[in-house]
């Protein structure tokens, strides 16, 4: 089965950018990578997606590398409230014709003001 | 506001209670999901439902039934769970269940087993 490596954590100062990093080594080619964020007493939180190409919206980019194996969440310009934990996430079709999803463990970013 | 709502928001129960955790959205999803959440573990998906019918079930034991009744209504009934079952209950929606579908998670319902 597909797994996704996550650092424990992460410290960033407000106002600068963010790269947070994922290693899906195992990836299948039809595998979705998925970004989410929970804050504490919350639920998570959809960030973005991608397949193969990078991915642009309001909230980050994504960056695929090419062999599909890692990826990087960019926050371009951090503030306090994006203080959370990241998870990567893979999500695909199993043999069994099951969704499957493989959660990391997360990063927790910390914001430094 | 989520758009996804979770009630009860804390549940404490003894293991030979029933009880229900409800999950409501109106965002015009037409897919609802319940997932668990234990801590230190990754969050895990229980179970699926796409246009009312229910499309996943990830071997998760029968004391955990899922209901849903419609589009918009999500339940989770409870019964001789056991002390392991502690956990964070998470609902999400979704337009419909697909790979590429961003999903709308609720708050979660924190749930103790005495």
């Known amino acids: 089965d597909a797994k996704t490596t996550q650092p424990n954590s992460m410290e960033s100062n407000e106002e600068e950018p963010v790269h947070l990093p994922c290693n899906h080594s195992?990836?299948?080619?039809?595998?979705?990578i998925h970004w989410y964020r929970q804050l504490p007493s919350q639920g998570p939180e959809y960030v973005i997606h991608?397949?193969?190409s990078n991915v642009n919206n309001r909230m980050a980019s994504l960056a695929i590398a090419e062999d599909r194996k890692s990826s990087t969440l960019i926050l371009h310009r951090a503030t306090l409230r994006d203080a959370a934990v990241y998870y990567c996430?893979?999500?695909?079709?199993?043999?069994?014709?099951?969704?499957?999803?493989?959660f990391g463990t997360g990063t927790r970013l910390t914001i430094i003001p | 506001e989520t758009g996804v709502t979770q009630t009860p928001r804390h549940l404490v129960m003894g293991m030979t209670n029933k009880k229900s955790l409800k999950c409501e959205q109106h965002?015009?999803?037409?897919?609802m999901y319940w997932y668990k959440q234990s801590a230190k573990k990754p969050l895990e998906l229980m179970f699926v439902?796409?246009?009312?019918?229910?499309?996943e079930n990830n071997s998760v034991p029968s004391r955990f039934s899922p209901e849903c009744p419609n589009s918009s209504h999500l339940f989770l009934h409870l019964h001789t769970l056991q002390p392991e079952d502690s956990a964070l209950y998470l609902c999400?929606?979704?337009?419909?269940?697909?790979?590429?579908?961003?999903?709308?998670f609720g708050d979660g319902t924190r749930l103790s087993i005495l």
């Open positions: 999400a929606s979704s337009l419909e269940a697909g790979l590429d579908q961003p999903q709308h």
């Open positions: 965002l015009g999803h037409n897919a």
């Open positions: 195992t990836i299948s080619g039809t595998d979705y």
């Open positions: 439902y796409n246009f009312k019918e229910q499309t």
């Open positions: 991608g397949l193969t």
């Open positions: 996430i893979l999500r695909a079709i199993s043999n069994f014709g099951n969704e499957k999803l493989t």
